[in-house]
Structure formats: C-alpha cells, structure tokens
C-alpha cells in the first residue's frame, strides 16, 4: 500500500484534501466495504469497522480519521452540512476531543498516562458521588499544579490557544511567528504550489484513469495523446499534469512501481472481474531497460487482505547515461529547459525516479558543463 506522507493533506486547502482523497483507491475500496457492511443484518456501524486492523491500516495510509461519505458527493455538498464554516477554514482548523486525547496518548509515557487514567476516573467518581467531590477536586489539583516535567512539558505538534479578543495585528504577528517556528522545526520547504492549476491536474487525471461520478471505469481509460486531443493541449501538458495529479492523490512522485501501488486494484488486478484496458497495460509497458521495452508483469500485484500491496521488480532502474546524453544532446540543440523537461518526460518518463525536478536538476549540472556550455553557448 502507498502511504501518504505525513502533512501531505496539510498542503492542500480543503477543498483538494476532499478532492485527492475521493480519487484515492483505498477510500474508495473503504467507501464499498462500508456500504456493504450497512446491508448486514444487524448492520456493522463504523465505530465496529474500525477496530478491524486492515482498515485501521487503511484510514492510516490515507490519513483519513472520519467516516467515508459518497466519493461522488462535491466539495459543495459536503460544505453544507457545516452551517458555521468553522472547520472549512484553511490554515486554522478546530481540533477535537479525541483528536486532544490521542495526542496526549502517544505522548506520555506509560506511567504518567495511568496517573491520567487515576485522576479521570476519581473525577469521573466526583461527578457520579460514589466518592466525595473533594477527593475529585484533589486529585484533579495534583494534575494541573504538577511539576512533572512530562506534564509540564510542551506537545510535539502545533497546539495552542488563540485569543479570540487579542488585536487582529497581533495575532496575524504571532500566527506568522508561529509557523516560521514549526516550519523550521519540523524541516519544511518553502513550496510554490499553485492551488489553481490543481483542477487542472485532476481533470487530466479522471479524463485518463475513467474517474467519473465517484469510482473508476476501466472502459473509460484514454491515452495521453487522446485526452490531450479532447483538452486542446500538448501530449506533453497532460503528460505532466497526470503526474502532478498522481502526487497530489498519493503524496509520491510517478512512478511505474509507486502507479502499481496506488492504481493496481482498480486498473490492473482482476479482482473486479474485468479485463485490463489496452491504454493501462501499453502505459505500464513502456518501460525501457537495458535499451528495450519490457512487458509489465502483472502477476505481481498482489492482495494483501482486503487491501493492495505490491512486489518489487528487481529489473527495474534508470538508464542515467542515456538520460544525460539526451539532455546534452538537447542543450547543443538550443532547446529551452521547459522544453527539455518535455521531452525527457515524453522519452524516458516511465521509468523509475524519473520526476521534473530531478531532469531540470540534471539540466542545470550539464549546462554548466565546459564541453556542453561550449557548444552551447557557440552555436550561430
């Protein structure tokens, strides 16, 4: 299973935290589960699901902590159910009891969460009178005031109170100390997403996976070159937003291996009773080693569970020599670094570790290459 990576979702706006995660497989996989579940008699609640290991491992992978709801539902309907418009913020999130709960949880170590557990129950017993509200009030002092350096230690994660009352310079002060603060501390890069291109990248991506109204439909895979002629746009341009949806869903770079992971229950394994469309399997086959093409294996994808997981094929690496000639080749050429990128991606793109910022990293060492440079820089 793909994992995403940890504050992969914290990137988006929530409207694109919905959007990826009603594309990803396994909701989508949780979503039918849960449906299936509701027709039992009695029905299986969500709360019972969630005990079950493989969908706790599931909701992890996908960093999903509430009940699915309909893939196929838009991020508008969703909004509705929300009247405040509290938790559709962005950059400021409400957080929940349980979520404080699971925090302190992994926080502590064991014997300071069973003194917890000691003074939640006397407190518990305070309220039901089975002892006298005194010892509550105590033991619940001996808490708060404590000089346990666990207790008085701060949490590992952004938390804090925000003054609703504090002056609006103030706080905008402070919040924009707070996330240099955590940024630095946590070793995040500055990034230059354009959330606006992102509905680019996705239509891309449902018009070449046949994702429509909520799932997948193998019968409607289309090739690059197809869903470019629909979009009016380059092969190379959807080339390039595909992948930039494939990161937006998985939290990975394109990969042939990282596509098996995320795509292959839904678009390669015959778990559904269907076949491999022709666009999927010529996709997964233009992979070059040694020079040649290699067919894709699809014996390897496996079921684990209930849930996809893939093994690894061995024969897979990079032809970085050739990669590097082709990109000198197009340096003597005069051709733009954009345009290079395109080409590499069209040329070489379906192999693995082969992502934009690795080519025009790759673009940058070579041009500063004398031998390159030269011949560059010299052309009429």
């Known amino acids: 299973m793909l994992v995403r990576p940890e504050r992969h979702l914290e990137r988006l706006t929530l409207q694109y935290r919905w959007e990826v995660t009603r594309r990803h497989p396994v909701y989508l996989q949780l979503w039918q589960i849960y449906q299936t579940m509701k027709t039992q008699s009695p029905p299986i609640t969500w709360e019972h699901l969630r005990q079950s290991l493989d969908v706790i491992n599931a909701c ?13 539902l838009s991020f508008e309907a969703l909004r509705d159910e929300d009247a405040s418009g509290l938790f559709f913020s962005n950059a400021l999130q409400p957080v929940s ?16 969460l069973r003194k917890v557990a000691d003074v939640f129950n006397a407190y518990a017993d305070g309220r039901e009178r089975k002892t006298g509200p005194e010892e509550a009030t105590v033991a619940y ?3 708060v005031n404590s000089n346990d350096p666990e207790f008085s230690g701060l949490l590992s994660v952004p938390f804090y109170v925000l003054s609703p009352v504090a002056p609006y310079e103030q706080l905008r002060a402070d919040i924009t100390a707070c996330q240099a603060h955590w940024r630095e501390r946590l ?18 991506w449902d018009t070449c996976e046949g994702f429509f109204e909520g799932r997948y439909h193998r019968d ?46 839904q678009q390669v394994n015959g778990f559904f009773g269907l076949t491999v469309s022709p666009v999927t399997r010529k996709r997964l086959s233009a992979r070059r080693i040694d020079g040649r093409r290699k067919e894709p294996n699809f014996s390897t994808v496996q079921l684990d569970g209930d849930f996809l997981d893939t093994t690894q094929d061995e024969g897979n690496h990079v032809d970085l020599d050739l990669i590097c000639s082709r990109i000198s080749e197009l340096i003597e050429n005069g051709v733009t670094n954009s345009n290079i990128i395109d080409q590499i991606e069209i040329e070489f793109g379906s192999q693995e570790n082969i ?22 820089l010299n052309r009429d």
């Open 60 to 72: 992890n992978a996908i960093k999903m902590v509430s009940e699915p709801v309909d893939p196929s």
């Open 97 to 112: 009891v349980k979520t404080i709960l699971g925090v302190v949880a992994r926080s502590l170590s064991t014997p300071s």
């Open 141 to 143: 002092g001996d808490l």
């Open 187 to 204: 070793g995040l890069k500055e990034t230059r997403d354009r959330p606006r291109d992102n509905l680019n990248y996705l239509n891309a």
């Open 220 to 265: 409607l895979v289309r090739s690059f070159a197809q869903v470019g002629q629909e979009l009016k746009k380059s092969e190379s341009t959807i080339r390039r937003w595909y992948r930039k949806a494939f990161f937006l869903i998985s939290g990975h770079e394109y990969s042939a291996e990282n596509w098996r992971s995320l795509m292959g229950m």
């Open 355 to 376: 992502d934009e910022s690795k080519v025009a990293r790759a673009i940058e060492c070579l041009r500063c290459r004398d031998d390159v440079r030269s011949g560059y």
